[in-house]
């Protein structure tokens, strides 16, 4: 889910800096017109950022799964999955 979130992040930020570069397609976008031209880049750049960093994450956050082996003596016999 959090993949899925930082794609669209990314998406809008290379919208936003695509507004930015060319004129015409922030004058067909009635809502990033609005904005300053030094807003309108910041918030792309922050919005692209944040989206590759949570790609980057992965949605792995809190799911590491360890396993630790399991002994009967001194051999191996299994291995047990903890969070």
């Known amino acids: 889910m959090k993949k899925v979130l930082g794609y669209v992040l990314t998406v809008l930020g ?4 695509a507004a930015y570069s060319i004129t015409e397609f922030r004058s067909m976008m009635p809502l990033i017109s609005d904005l300053n031209e030094t807003t309108l880049i ?3 750049g922050v919005l ?6 949570l790609i980057a ?6 799911k590491k ?3 630790v082996p399991i002994y009967h003596g ?3 016999v299994g ?3 903890t969070k």
């Open 57 to 62: 994450k992965g949605g792995s956050l809190g």
């Open 48 to 53: 692209f950022l944040l989206g590759l960093l």
């Open 65 to 67: 799964v360890k396993e």
């Open 74 to 76: 001194k051999n191996v």
């Open 79 to 81: 291995y047990r999955r």
């Open 42 to 44: 910041i918030v792309s």
């Open 14 to 17: 290379v919208i936003g800096i």
